[in-house]
């Protein structure tokens, strides 16, 4: 596969898209097999080399124990580090956790506007949380 070919040189020459790019496909199996503990070794090396994508990404495995064991307090670290970084997805993932109160307290204004500037920042994820809100109103 090209892509992953492509996408390996790129990572090893310490390009933290590349690595990034890498990741995800490990993640989700898409053209390669999935692979955990490959995508998790992947996404640190793009969030070590200030990838803000790859630490939401990050965050997202340790959320959900996915070649690493689970440790929410780990993943909310990295989604506010991201999101900070404006990576979309780390600021829709620390909205839905105000949102509902899981590992941290609830708070709807911050989870209000953290979702909003995901939405914001392009997260498909974001703007989904984001329409649903304000339906909800």
Do not use: W
């Not at 790129?10 to 053209?31: H, P, R």
């Amino acid at each position: 596969i090209k892509a992953k070919s492509l996408f390996e040189k790129s990572c090893d020459l310490g390009d933290s898209v590349g690595c990034n790019m890498l990741a995800d496909m490990y993640k989700s199996g898409e053209q390669i097999k999935p692979d955990y503990l490959k995508a998790v070794d992947l996404f640190t090396r793009s969030c070590d080399n200030g990838n803000s994508s790859g630490c939401a990404q990050l965050g997202y495995m340790y959320e959900y124990g996915l070649g690493v064991q689970t440790d929410l307090q780990r993943a909310l670290m990295l989604y506010s580090e991201s999101c900070s970084e404006n990576a979309g997805l780390g600021c829709a993932k620390l909205g839905e956790h105000y949102l509902t109160g899981k590992g941290i307290n609830r708070d709807r204004e911050k989870a209000d506007a953290l979702i909003k500037k995901s939405c914001s920042l392009g997260s498909s994820l974001g703007c989904e949380k984001y329409f649903k809100l304000r339906e909800t109103r």
